[in-house]
């Protein structure tokens, strides 16, 4: 098409690290079989339903990555290994330096405020405006698989899943002790090295994980140097009664940055730095811990409590910001019950739960000599309910409801200086699977999310003035397996949403740019993705994903203009993925993997 840019990255032979993606609906699980390697659709996941569930049965796309393939990628975060994953872009300027994660997925440009993301089930991403925390701090050894679920989720997560939720499943060790120590370099000069051990003494399991990157960015004098430590415990006081208890202490420092360059500035070399400059230095911790008690066959009951701390400091020389200093502490607590019992002779699986979240947030710093500062907390809760109920044999139906109650308290800042916010949703969803041959399954769901405003939105120009905004999602799709060898899945999605929250670069009364947030009107989001994977003999897999993307405005005017029928800014339109890896029987793999995107629109 014309206009559009093709980008191929050719990973090379590297001996176990090779590009690698992982399919949205079926889940890849390899084994050898009359010698070659099949795949199965019975791989189990937690996120879509909060209970394990196959993935077969999940009425939903959902990728899933294994510490295998987050390895095989190559890269040295989980959130980097993103970018395989269908209809995910991940921000190339972005996510080398300081392990900072921004994607788009299904046209939302800052996902980070409409994807939730999680460790073993207990949501991590604080209510404030933030990066995906969790993404770049869990080292990847440490990981037994990350489930990438896509599409509304505010039925079970609330008003951050608008779009998605990613959860990481960390592993549990076991009676066979296992260490590792690993060593690899990447693109502009970075190195990365990992170290960990994992096993189990007597009921005491242990986790200990260890993994740092440094050097380089894809921007030109953007330097960063960052240390990621998981440590896991678990103890089994029964066969029904656990505890598991993990910890992420994270340290990062970052030089250099990058905005806007021309259109010249960009012919002439895309990597340029450009003028503006951050400097940043922090850490986080976060530790959680879960109790999970099963009464007997039909009902277990769990709790997951989290605490995290973050906290940085540095200077933005640009604009005048020096002693610029954060710190935020978020708590989260969640009580759930599940209960598995037959309904009038069909499988039945009834999920009720509550959770409470609470996020006490300040900023300070010094502009052009004078000190200003910024403080809210924010509090909100939700109580939900789920049901999956087996009507037939092969047909699944899924029936959900939820209630968020949100407050956030603005006590100071530089356009706000009192801001009282109250805000309250019901998101239901109802979703159907129908396995109408063996291998092959058709689903549609019908969903509402919802999303408030947070506290870095309010303290922005225009902020006081936002709605909450919210959407109603419709989705159907199609997963199949051939022969053991071929894989194909097809989705398509259309998500009506209004009072989307858009920010816009505009001048002041004195001609100087500043950032503004305003409510668009309604958005259309519009998309299809598919993927497939073909193993035409022992060791080779030829695979591919694709997303098209059709979203648009369908009502945005303002002082600037009218935007209705326009594409929303900062969107990759389509995506494609593509690839070959070849196994050989003395351990050596082989890699070819590519990307290509189209344009997208700033305007």
Not at 137 to 155: D, F, M, W
Not at 574 to 582: E, L, S
């Amino acid at each position: 098409m014309k206009g559009f840019k093709l980008i191929v990255i050719l990973a090379g032979v590297l001996i176990l690290i090779v590009p690698m993606f992982s399919f949205a609906e079926e889940a890849k699980e390899s084994e050898e079989t009359e010698g070659y390697s099949v795949i199965k659709l019975e791989e189990i996941v937690v996120t879509a339903t909060k209970t394990e569930e196959e993935v077969a049965r999940v009425p939903q796309a959902i990728s899933v990555m294994t510490t295998e393939d987050l390895l095989k990628t190559g890269e040295p975060t989980i959130g980097q290994s993103l970018k395989h994953v269908t209809g995910i872009h991940v921000n190339p300027a972005e996510d080398e330096a300081c392990g900072n994660i921004n994607f788009e997925i299904r046209g939302f440009k800052d996902a980070y405020n409409y994807v939730i993301q999680m460790v073993d089930g207990i949501p991590l991403k604080d209510l404030n405006y933030q990066d995906f925390i969790t993404t770049k701090n869990v080292p990847i050894r440490a990981t037994k698989q990350v489930e990438i679920l896509r599409g509304p989720s505010s039925a079970l997560y609330g008003g951050n899943a608008v779009i998605g939720a990613i959860n990481i499943r960390t592993k549990k060790g076991t009676e066979t002790p296992e260490s590792y120590v690993g060593l690899g370099v990447a693109r502009y000069d970075r190195q990365y090295y990992q170290t960990g051990t994992l096993g189990r003494v007597g009921k005491l399991s242990y986790n200990l994980a260890y993994d740092g990157t440094e050097g380089d960015s894809y921007v030109k004098e953007v330097t960063s140097d960052n240390h990621r430590f998981f440590l896991r415990f678990d103890y089994d006081f029964t066969d029904d009664t656990t505890i598991e208890w993990f910890n992420i202490i994270s340290d990062f420092e970052r030089t250099g940055g990058r905005e806007w360059i021309t259109e010249q500035q960009e012919k002439e070399d895309r990597r340029q730095p450009g003028s503006y400059v951050l400097n940043q230095d922090g850490n986080q911790y976060v530790s959680g811990l879960i109790f999970k008690h099963r009464f007997n066959d039909y009902v277990d009951i769990s709790n997951r409590l989290a605490l995290t701390w973050m906290e940085d400091d540095g200077e933005m020389p640009t604009y005048g910001v020096t002693d610029r200093e954060s710190d935020n502490d978020y708590v989260f607590d969640e009580l759930r019950l599940n209960i598995r019992y037959p309904l009038g002779g069909m499988e039945n699986i009834l999920t009720i739960g509550g959770d409470t979240r609470q996020e006490d947030y300040h900023y300070e710093y010094v502009w052009g000599g004078t000190q200003s500062t910024r403080d809210y907390d924010q509090y909100a809760y939700g109580l939900y309910l789920q049901d999956r109920l087996t009507v037939l044999p092969d047909v699944n139906l899924t029936a959900g409801i939820r209630y968020d109650h949100y407050d956030l308290d603005y006590k100071k800042g530089p356009t706000v200086e009192k801001y009282d916010n109250t805000d309250n949703a019901w998101t239901p969803k109802f979703g159907i699977n129908w396995e109408f041959i063996e291998n092959q399954s058709v689903y549609g769901t019908v969903a509402k999310s919802f999303r408030t405003v947070n506290g870095y939105e309010i303290y922005r120009t225009g902020g006081e003035d936002l709605d909450p905004e919210y959407g109603w999602n419709y989705e159907v799709g199609y997963k199949g397996i051939f022969a053991d060898r071929l894989s194909l899945a097809l989705s398509g999605y259309w998500m009506e949403f209004k009072d989307a929250i858009i920010w816009q670069i505009k001048e002041d009364e004195t001609g100087a740019p500043v950032t503004r947030y305003e409510n668009a009107g309604r958005v259309r989001y519009r998309g299809i993705e598919f993927e497939t994977q073909w193993i035409p003999m022992e060791g080779i897999s030829l695979w591919g994903n694709c997303a098209l993307d059709f979203s648009e405005y369908r009502n945005f005017e303002t002082a600037s203009g009218d935007f209705s029928d326009n594409k929303p800014n900062g969107v990759w339109r389509d995506k494609v993925n593509f690839g070959i890896d070849y196994s050989t029987r003395f351990g050596l793999d082989l890699g070819l993997s590519g990307l290509w995107r189209d344009d997208y629109y700033i305007d």
